[in-house]
């Protein structure tokens, strides 16, 4: 059974930082696109970000370009965000993803998510 299980959301204070890890079992990702989405209260999913599957390609939103960096351990099976300088406005639930593609990533396997809050 394929599972991606996020880990490390929580309560931060804005200008703070938090490390995601999504761990992926039941096959390998090695060949995968893996990323992150977000979905604030009200408002849709979104993306945020994708690495491909050497790490040599990754893909951002506007507005986490700079404050954010995906990476991935294939030999971990994992993916990683680390977002820097927090904004309340980054308060949502994250979702990993694998699946296929660069920027917006079409997923094929979604977690279960991990939320992250910022108070300003």
């Known amino acids: 059974q394929v599972q991606l299980v996020e880990s490390g959301g929580g309560l931060v204070q804005a200008g703070g930082s938090l490390r995601l890890s999504c761990a992926a079992s039941g096959r390998t990702f090695s060949s995968d696109t893996m990323g992150w989405f977000r979905q604030a209260p009200g408002k849709e999913r979104e993306f945020v970000a994708a690495i491909s599957w050497s790490g040599g390609s990754r893909y951002y939103a506007d507005s986490v370009k700079v404050r954010f960096t995906i990476s991935r351990d294939n030999a971990k099976n994992t993916v990683y965000l680390q977002m820097n300088s927090l904004k309340p406005e980054d308060t949502a639930v994250y979702y990993c993803?694998?699946?296929?593609?660069?920027?917006?990533?079409?997923?094929?396997?979604w977690g279960q998510g991990t939320q992250v809050t910022v108070s300003s």
């Open positions: 993803a694998a699946g296929k593609g660069g920027w917006g990533l079409t997923a094929d396997y």
